[in-house]
C-alpha cells in the first residue's frame, strides 16, 4: 500500500480495503494492518527527520521503497505497542525479501539506532533541529507533529483568524494524528437514529452534535444493513451538522419548497438534505460534474421517495445561476477544497497538496458561490461549506464574492446550528461557523450561511 501510494499517488483508503479482503485478514488483524498502515503514512514527516538522524544522510539519498520500509519500522518502534526485537526482524526480512541483502542490513542499522531512544527524546531532538533558536514554535511542531510547515503555518492562521488562541496549534495537529471514529447518520424518515443504533450490536452510542449522529467504536459499517441499503451512510458528524443547520436557516418570503446541492458527489449531504425535504414536502436537486461521481450520489439518495428527488443531474454548477436565476429557496455549495480539514481521514493528503492547489480551486470556489448566489430566490439562503479551514478557501472567498454583491448578506449561522446542536457547543464571535476537530472531535469544516435581499431591499454592508 505504501508503495501503490507514493508511486501511483493512489489513495490509502482505496487501496487498504481491498488489499486486507484480498489477503483474508480481518478483525484485530485488519485493525492492526490499517494502524500499521495509515500510521505510518500520517507520521511520516516525524519518522523522515527521525530516520534523517539515524542515517546520517538526506533523505534523497535514501532509495524510496527502503525509506518506505524505514518508516514502517519508526512507525512500529514509536508510535505502536510492537516489541523492538519484532518491530527490527521483521521489517529487515521484509527488506531482504523485497529491496536486497544490502539493504537488509541497513534498514537494521537504522531501526536500532531509531529504537535507542524514546519517542519523546525523538520529538525533542527533532523540535531542535527544526528550531535550533527556540524561537520558531510553529516549525518546530510541523516536524513533531508531522505536517508540512505551510499547512501548519496555514492552521495557525486559520485558527487566529477565527478568533482562537495560536497556543491551541499543537492540539489541533495532534488531532490530526488521531485516527477518527466512523460516524454514522440516521437519514430522518428512513431510520430512527436509535434503531440504528440497535443495528450497530453494540458497536454504536449516539453522537454529540446532531440528533442524527451515531458513533461507531469499531467494526465495519459495509456490514450494518441500514447502511447497506442507504437509509443510514458514514458521514463526520460536523457534515451532518452543516448540512442540517441549512434546513433550519430563516428564510425571508414564504415559499421552502425547491433545495438545491450544487456539488453533490458522492452525495452524503444530498441524502440527508433530501431526507430532511421530504419531511418537509420540499424536493431536491442534486448537481454534480463528474459522471461517476453522479453514480455515488444516485446509490446515496436511492432510499429516499421518488417524488422527493425532482432530479439528479451531470452538469456544471458554475452555470446552474444563469441557466435558473432566483429558483431555489435553500442551496449548498459544499465546494470542492483542499481537504485540509479532514487530515485525520486520509492520510496521506497532506503530504500531496500544495499551496499552488489553492489558487486554482479559489476560483473555482468563488464562481460556484456566486453561481449558487444567483440561483437561489430573493430571500432565499445558500450555505458556503468547505471541509478545510484555511482563510484562502473560507473566509477570502466570501469576502470577495460579496464585494460585488450588494444583493446578499451573511446571516448569523450559530442560531442555526445552536437549534440543531443544543447550546453547549462552542463556537467563536463571528456569525460563521469552523467546527475543529481538537474543539468539537469533528473534520475541520466551515460554514457560511448566505442570504440574498428581498427584491426593492438593500443590505447593510456584510461582514
Ligand atoms: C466537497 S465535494 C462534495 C461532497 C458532497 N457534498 C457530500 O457530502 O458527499 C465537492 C464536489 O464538487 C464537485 N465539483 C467540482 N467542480 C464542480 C463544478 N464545476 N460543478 C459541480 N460540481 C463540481 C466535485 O466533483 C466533488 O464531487
Known amino acids: 500500500m505504501l508503495r501503490d501510494v507514493d508511486e501511483s499517488d493512489s489513495y490509502a483508503n482505496l487501496v487498504l480495503p481491498p488489499l486486507l479482503r484480498d489477503r483474508g485478514i480481518s478483525g484485530r488483524d485488519a485493525a492492526f494492518a490499517t494502524e500499521l498502515a495509515y500510521g505510518t503514512l500520517r507520521l511520516r514527516g516525524r519518522y523522515d527527520a527521525i530516520i534523517e538522524i539515524c542515517a546520517a544522510r538526506t533523505l534523497d539519498k535514501i532509495e524510496a521503497p527502503v525509506l518506505d520500509l524505514l518508516r514502517l519500522g519508526a512507525h512500529q518502534l514509536l508510535g505502536m505497542r510492537v516489541p523492538a526485537h519484532a518491530a527490527v526482524s521483521e521489517t529487515v526480512g521484509l527488506a531482504r525479501e523485497r529491496t536486497g541483502v544490502g539493504s537488509g542490513q541497513f534498514v537494521n542499522a537504522v531501526l536500532r539506532s531509531v529504537g535507542r531512544e524514546s519517542l519523546e527524546t525523538w520529538l525533542e531532538r527533532i523540535g531542535e533541529v527544526a528550531d535550533p533558536a527556540g524561537t520558531d514554535v510553529v516549525a518546530r511542531l510541523a516536524v513533531t507533529e508531522s505536517h508540512p510547515a505551510w499547512v501548519a503555518r496555514a492552521m495557525r492562521e486559520a485558527l487566529v483568524g477565527n478568533g482562537r488562541s495560536a497556543e491551541e496549534l499543537g492540539d489541533l495537529l495532534r488531532a490530526d494524528n488521531l485516527a477518527p471514529q466512523v460516524t454514522l447518520v440516521a437519514r430522518p424518515g428512513l431510520i430512527r437514529t436509535g434503531d440504528l443504533v440497535e443495528e450497530t450490536r453494540g458497536a454504536g452510542t449516539r453522537g454529540h452534535w446532531t440528533p442524527t449522529a451515531v458513533v461507531l467504536s469499531g467494526g465495519d459499517p459495509g456490514v450494518i444493513p441500514a447502511v447497506r441499503d442507504c437509509r443510514a451512510g458514514v458521514q463526520d458528524e460536523a457534515s451532518q451538522l452543516v448540512a442540517l443547520a441549512l434546513t433550519v436557516a430563516p428564510l425571508l418570503g414564504e415559499s421552502d419548497s425547491r433545495w438545491l446541492d450544487l456539488c453533490a458527489g458522492p452525495g452524503g449531504k444530498a441524502a440527508l438534505l433530501g431526507a430532511v425535504a421530504h419531511e418537509r414536502g420540499a424536493r431536491l436537486v442534486a448537481n454534480e460534474v463528474t459522471p461517476h461521481r453522479v453514480r455515488l450520489v444516485e446509490h446515496a439518495l436511492a432510499a429516499l421517495p421518488r417524488d422527493t428527488i425532482e432530479e439528479i443531474r451531470t452538469g456544471d454548477g458554475r452555470i446552474v445561476g444563469q441557466d435558473e436565476p432566483g429558483s431555489y429557496d435553500r442551496v449548498l455549495v459544499d465546494a470542492p477544497c483542499t481537504g485540509l480539514g479532514a487530515l485525520r481521514r486520509r492520510p496521506e493528503a497532506r503530504w500531496r497538496r500544495t499551496p499552488s492547489d489553492l489558487a486554482q480551486l479559489g476560483t473555482l470556489q468563488r464562481e460556484l458561490l456566486t453561481s449558487a448566489l444567483t440561483a437561489v430566490r430573493p430571500g432565499g439562503v445558500v450555505a458556503y461549506v468547505t471541509c478545510s479551514p484555511h482563510l484562502a478557501e473560507t473566509q477570502l472567498v466570501i469576502k470577495d464574492v460579496l464585494r460585488k454583491r450588494a444583493d446578499v448578506e451573511v446571516i448569523d449561522a450559530r442560531p442555526a446550528v445552536r437549534r440543531i446542536a ?28 448566505l442570504r440574498r435581499a428581498l427584491e426593492g431591499t438593500a443590505v447593510d454592508e456584510a461582514v
Open 422 to 449: 443544543g447550546q453547549n457547543i462552542p463556537l467563536g464571535d463571528r456569525p460563521d461557523i469552523q467546527l475543529w476537530p481538537h474543539v468539537h472531535g469533528t473534520d475541520a469544516m466551515h460554514l457560511t450561511l
